[in-house]
């Protein structure tokens, strides 16, 4: 009966009360360690599986933290709240883990070749990616459109997310030589005795998934708290900190493997696959949970603020998409993603003037394809691909 009152006082609770700030301390170190121990298992078990669906499902398993984060926000109707931490992890992937990921891999060609790398290159099967990426943000942007997030639209999110699996199926396998570019501990485990091997891999799941679904409400908890302490607007708080903490594993492994520059396409792509696997799974993930904690059907209406930061972060990943779909990222839009990234936090109100920048780039990248100025060969890659039997 204890257990049972227990558990009827926590349906019962609508809102996720502020706590002590110190728990921040060891919340977030707790969840930047589950989300390594995820991140492991992901990156060791990605040679088990056909190199597109092993990126999509370490993608996915590196944004379990996030995934947690925004469960406990819509579980405990945080309303307001629910595209802070969503917006903020695609903005940060985009505007600062994009750029990071040419910067590092420009880094390592000029320490080699003693001379500038123009541009990553991307190869035939990250298409998929690209055209996915595409239709993620265009069904994102029908929901910014009409204002709301209902459990409608997030069968139409899991379905391109489906569609987009699908064909991930058709890539080849991963190719043997690149287990040296992964950590000390996924190339231990690839490397160890079959038993072994898939314990490890289980164990990393298993106790890292417990332990950041365990941390993921008090770390909110000590954010709200010490957003009230320091008089910070707590969206700002769980749009930023939040993902900053639950993504650091997900760049560490990208950079990784941008140390080569050889490498860097897999990386870019592996941060792309969060983008769709955050704009589709995670998005689709809130009004259901929403839905469970009222106890009816029910969608996520989108205030003035949510609204702003969505459309913000949807023309950054629509401009972001543009430069990828000619099979390549240029040093200068490396470049303006991030300095268009850093504008915004000089002030909130130059907000709306960033999102026109970025639509209006948007327009010319799309009048530049219509001309012939700009290649769309992501489209040509794509064909082919879901012609292959």
Do not use: C
């Not at 809102?15 to 991140?39: H, K, N």
């Not at 594993?249 to 490498?263: C, D, I, K």
């Not at 003035?304 to 990828?324: N, W």
């Amino acid at each position: 009966m204890r257990s049972l009152s227990l558990i009827t006082a926590l349906l019962a609770e609508t809102s996720l009360q502020a706590g002590s700030p110190l728990a921040v301390l060891w919340t977030g170190p707790g969840i930047i360690l589950a989300s390594l121990m995820i991140a492991w298992g992901a990156e060791a078990t990605q040679f088990f599986l056909a190199q597109g669906i092993a990126l999509a499902v370490l993608a996915l398993l590196q944004t379990l933290p996030e995934f947690a984060v925004e469960a406990v926000l819509a579980w405990h109707r945080e309303v307001p709240y629910l595209l802070a931490n969503l917006t903020g992890a695609l903005m940060l992937l985009t505007g600062l883990g994009w750029p990071m990921i040419y910067f590092a891999a420009a880094t390592a060609y000029r320490r080699e070749h003693r001379r500038p790398m123009r541009r990553i290159a991307l190869e035939p099967e990250h298409a998929v990616q690209i055209l996915s990426l595409f239709a993620a943000i265009a069904y994102e942007l029908v929901i910014w459109w009409k204002g709301s997030l209902t459990v409608f639209d997030g069968g139409a999110l899991l379905a391109i997310y489906a569609v987009y699996l699908w064909v991930m199926r058709r890539l080849p396998p991963e190719e043997a030589e690149t287990i040296d570019e992964i950590p000390r501990i996924p190339r231990a485990i690839v490397t160890a005795r079959r038993p072994l091997r898939i314990t490890a891999i289980l164990g990393l799941f298993l106790v890292g998934g417990v332990m950041v679904f365990a941390v993921a409400e008090p770390f909110l908890a000590g954010l709200f708290g010490l957003a009230t302490l320091l008089g910070i607007p707590s969206f700002t708080f769980i749009q930023w900190i939040a993902p900053l903490v639950s993504e650091a594993p997900e760049g560490v492994s990208a950079f990784y493997w941008a140390r080569n520059h050889e490498r860097a396409s897999i990386a870019l792509m592996n941060l792309v696959s969060s983008n769709i696997s955050q704009w589709t799974l995670l998005a689709a993930l809130l009004p259901v949970v929403l839905s469970l904690s009222t106890g009816h059907v029910t969608g996520i209406p989108l205030d003035a603020e949510q609204s702003r930061e969505l459309i913000l972060a949807l023309s950054q990943s629509l401009l972001g998409a543009f430069f990828l779909l000619n099979m390549e990222v240029a040093w200068w839009e490396a470049a303006g993603l991030f300095m268009l990234f850093g504008a915004q936090f000089v002030s909130a109100d130059l907000h709306r003037y960033i999102t026109w920048i970025y639509l209006g780039w948007s327009g010319v990248e799309a009048m530049r394809l219509l001309a012939g100025k700009r290649g769309a060969h992501a489209v040509g890659h794509f064909r082919q691909i879901v012609k292959r039997g």
